[in-house]
């Protein structure tokens, strides 16, 4: 448990925490970054791009390949999404916080990004317990319908990651590409709160309440840069002109998550927990794949998502990211081998 009677002292090892989950962090309080090397973050950007195309093609989406005037190779990714976010935004596997959710036809490509995920996240040390899958990868435009951006969970409202149930400690941010000058995230901590700052919350407007005021950070994000954040940071999407912007989020358990933060969840969350060992996270995408029985083409025929409509109830917003049949398979046993190859 945590003991919430020293507010900064409270802040201060939380801080504490997110730098000995990686070497060479800075930052601000309770937001840290560290430089992706150069190779790897191309990869995870390639992999992001192909993995937005074959959506794309499964949904009968013009990419307009040949048309595409790209003046140098390192903003290609930029001009293309750019040029593609409206219709990108409005596919089928998109959910309204704008996860590009992985369904039967996009498996070989959304493994990609995994393992380009787990290439990174090896390359920097970091020191975790368990680690979300699938991941997120996420579109957001500054075209959102306004009916999306008054959801009661719209991203773009101030919010603790502990509001949605993500059942972890702190989380990571990669943005990929697109235009950060007008999509960016703001990041700041909240002032004069108590206990009750750590609940799940069915409306972010509604969690204004449990603090006093709020201190944005200096920390703005940028291409390149892998972001670490605690679960006491309030953060929310901001949109400031013209744009898109493509990034990657997931969760993680540190060390002492079940000491300090897992107390404070409710059983319904746990029992939705979908963090797994961290050592095996980092094989997914090589060592083992994630599958998916729900088809794009299922999708589009009766999508169960509305897009402009509230989440009910206090549902998690991670539980509509994926779907009951999404699960990992062990590509080193011949059962499951044949399972991913039917």
Same mark, same amino acid.
């Given at each position: 448990?945590?003991?919430?009677?020293?507010?900064?002292?409270?802040? #201060?090892?939380? +801080? /504490?925490?997110?730098?000995?989950?990686?070497? @060479?962090? =800075?930052?601000?309080?309770?937001?840290?970054?560290?430089?992706?090397?150069?190779?790897?973050?191309? @990869?995870?950007?390639?992999?992001?791009? $192909?993995?937005?195309?074959?959506?794309?093609?499964?949904?009968?989406?013009?990419?307009?390949?040949?048309?595409?005037?790209?003046?140098?190779?390192?903003?290609?990714?930029?001009?293309?999404?750019?040029?593609?976010?409206?219709?990108?935004?409005?596919?089928?596997?998109?959910?309204?916080?704008?996860?590009?959710?992985?369904?039967?036809?996009?498996? +070989? =490509?959304?493994?990609?990004?995994? $393992?380009?995920?787990? &290439?990174?996240?090896?390359?920097?040390?970091?020191?975790?317990?368990?680690?979300?899958?699938?991941?997120?990868?996420?579109?957001?435009?500054?075209?959102?319908? *306004?009916?999306?951006?008054?959801?009661?969970? *719209?991203?773009?409202?101030?919010?603790?990651?502990?509001?949605?149930?993500?059942?972890?400690?702190?989380?990571?941010? &990669?943005?990929?590409?697109?235009?950060?000058?007008?999509?960016?995230?703001?990041?700041? /901590?909240?002032?004069?709160?108590?206990?009750?700052?750590?609940?799940?919350?069915?409306?972010?407007?509604?969690?204004?309440?449990?603090?006093?005021?709020?201190?944005?950070?200096?920390?703005?994000?940028?291409?390149?840069?892998?972001?670490?954040? #605690?679960?006491?940071?309030?953060?929310?999407?901001?949109? +400031?002109?013209?744009?898109?912007?493509?990034?990657?989020?997931?969760?993680?358990?540190?060390?002492?998550?079940?000491?300090?933060?897992?107390?404070?969840? *409710?059983?319904?969350?746990?029992?939705?927990?979908?963090?797994?060992?961290?050592?095996?996270?980092?094989?997914?995408?090589?060592?083992?794949?994630?599958?998916?029985?729900?088809?794009?083409?299922?999708?589009?025929?009766?999508?169960?998502?509305?897009?402009?409509?509230?989440?009910?109830?206090?549902?998690?917003?991670?539980?509509?990211?994926?779907?009951? *049949?999404?699960?990992?398979? #062990?590509?080193?046993?011949?059962?499951?081998?044949?399972?991913?190859?039917?």
């Amino acid at each position: 448990m945590l003991d919430f009677s020293d507010e900064e002292k409270l802040l #201060d090892s939380r +801080s /504490e925490l997110l730098n000995s989950i990686s070497p @060479n962090l =800075e930052g601000d309080r309770l937001i840290k970054k560290k430089k992706i090397r150069e190779d790897l973050f191309y @990869n995870l950007r390639a992999a992001c791009h $192909n993995y937005i195309i074959a959506n794309m093609v499964e949904h009968d989406l013009d990419t307009d390949i040949n048309n595409c005037v790209y003046p140098d190779l390192k903003h290609s990714f930029e001009i293309f999404l750019l040029q593609h976010a409206a219709k990108i935004k409005d596919m089928s596997s998109v959910t309204p916080n704008g996860v590009i959710r992985p369904k039967k036809e996009t498996l +070989s =490509e959304f493994n990609s990004i995994q $393992n380009a995920v787990g &290439m990174i996240l090896a390359d920097a040390n970091i020191k975790a317990k368990k680690c979300r899958v699938p991941l997120s990868i996420r579109i957001v435009t500054s075209d959102d319908d *306004s009916s999306i951006l008054e959801r009661p969970r *719209s991203n773009h409202k101030l919010h603790s990651d502990f509001w949605t149930g993500a059942v972890c400690d702190f989380a990571i941010l &990669m943005p990929v590409f697109g235009s950060l000058e007008t999509i960016d995230v703001a990041f700041g /901590e909240a002032i004069g709160f108590d206990e009750s700052f750590l609940q799940e919350v069915t409306n972010y407007s509604d969690g204004r309440k449990l603090y006093k005021r709020f201190s944005e950070y200096k920390t703005r994000m940028e291409l390149g840069s892998m972001f670490f954040q #605690d679960i006491f940071c309030l953060h929310g999407t901001r949109r +400031s002109g013209k744009g898109a912007r493509v990034s990657i989020d997931f969760t993680l358990q540190s060390e002492q998550y079940e000491d300090t933060i897992l107390p404070y969840y *409710s059983n319904k969350h746990i029992e939705s927990d979908n963090h797994i060992n961290y050592e095996e996270c980092l094989r997914v995408g090589r060592d083992s794949f994630i599958i998916e029985d729900e088809s794009i083409a299922e999708l589009r025929k009766h999508n169960d998502y509305d897009k402009i409509s509230l989440i009910k109830g206090d549902a998690a917003a991670i539980k509509n990211q994926t779907s009951k *049949s999404l699960r990992l398979i #062990d590509t080193k046993t011949f059962k499951d081998i044949l399972e991913f190859v039917r």
